[in-house]
């Protein structure tokens, strides 16, 4: 079976990552990132709220041009778009994960303009139907001319915007939680995997450990499978015996301080 790490080398791995992770957890919200020049107005953010397309229709209801910024009322909620010409860019947001760029050369700068819950959904910006409608929202924005790409900036991920689009319409459709993306998967030196940008939704990060000294077989489509059970049915408080993908034994349970998920699989 699996075997597990010493203790103190666990306790290390979760000192040394858990204050990035925090971090990455007060970072609500996505930027889209544009071509340099290429950044939007306030017109033509009305003009797209006017206009038929793909993505979460939506209503400009307050606009303060002179300052880049725009709120955006979707479902009932809320959001702030800033960052629009010809006020001054938005920081560029960290970007370590890209998705959808196989072939295609990832853009090395640009502009980018952000979107944020609004004040009144503070406290409750990972909720899923908060998360839902931002994410319609960034859908029918990456539309527009010049965007290259979307970062979700809990998960430091950027999405190729057609795929955005296609991976926001999968999502809100019913289909899984789109794991590549609104989070992200690194290897750790060991042959584990973990997680980034889970903890924004359930407060604790997923890290599925080595099998028999290497990765875990499969340990990818296992992860995305659990990130989409986690967000959906919250964080782990004690053991948990799952069956994987391919019916193999697993056992969930948290690290010791709870900032983690570790998965083993047994046998």
């Given at each position: 079976g699996a075997r597990k790490p010493k203790s103190r080398e666990v306790g290390e791995f979760i000192i040394a990552t858990h204050a990035a992770f925090q971090a990455g957890q007060n970072a609500?919200?996505?930027?889209?990132?544009?071509?340099?020049?290429?950044?939007?107005?306030?017109?033509?953010?009305?003009?797209?709220?006017?206009?038929?397309?793909?993505?979460?229709?939506?209503?400009?209801?307050?606009?303060?041009?002179?300052?880049?910024?725009?709120?955006?009322?979707?479902?009932?909620?809320?959001f702030d778009l800033c960052g629009l010409s010809p006020a001054p860019v938005e920081p560029l947001p960290p970007l370590v994960h890209a998705f959808g760029y196989d072939?295609?050369?990832?853009?090395r700068f640009g502009e980018a303009v952000a979107l944020r819950p609004g004040s009144h959904l503070a406290g409750g910006e990972a909720m899923l139907p908060v998360v839902r409608t931002m994410v319609g929202l960034a859908a029918r924005l990456a539309?527009?001319?010049?965007?290259?790409?979307?970062?979700?900036?809990?998960?430091?991920?950027?999405?190729?915007?057609?795929?955005?689009v296609r991976m926001a319409a999968a999502w809100l459709a019913g289909g899984a939680f789109p794991a590549l993306g609104l989070t992200a998967l690194a290897r750790d030196p060991d042959g584990g995997l973990r997680?980034?940008?889970?903890?924004?939704?359930?407060?604790?990060?997923?890290?599925?450990?080595?099998?028999?000294?290497?990765?875990?077989?499969?340990?990818?489509?296992?992860?995305?499978?659990?990130?989409?059970?986690?967000?959906?049915?919250?964080?782990?408080?004690?053991?948990?015996?799952?069956?994987?993908?391919?019916?193999?034994?697993?056992?969930?349970?948290?690290?010791?301080?709870?900032?983690?998920?570790?998965?083993?699989?047994?046998?």
């Open positions: 609500a919200g996505l930027s889209l990132i544009l071509a340099v020049g290429a950044r939007p107005d306030a017109d033509a953010i009305s003009a797209l709220a006017a206009a038929r397309g793909e993505g979460t229709p939506f209503a400009v209801t307050h606009c303060a041009e002179s300052e880049g910024w725009v709120e955006l009322v979707a479902s009932g909620m809320a072939g295609q050369a990832q853009p539309q527009m001319p010049g965007v290259q790409g979307v970062s979700w900036h809990p998960a430091r991920s950027l999405v190729e915007p057609a795929l955005f997680s980034e940008g889970l903890a924004f939704f359930i407060g604790q990060e997923l890290r599925v450990e080595p099998f028999e000294g290497g990765p875990m077989p499969g340990g990818p489509r296992l992860a995305m499978r659990l990130i989409h059970s986690l967000v959906e049915d919250g964080p782990v408080r004690g053991p948990v015996h799952l069956h994987g993908p391919d019916g193999e034994r697993l056992l969930a349970e948290p690290s010791a301080n709870g900032a983690f998920v570790r998965v083993w699989r047994q046998g």
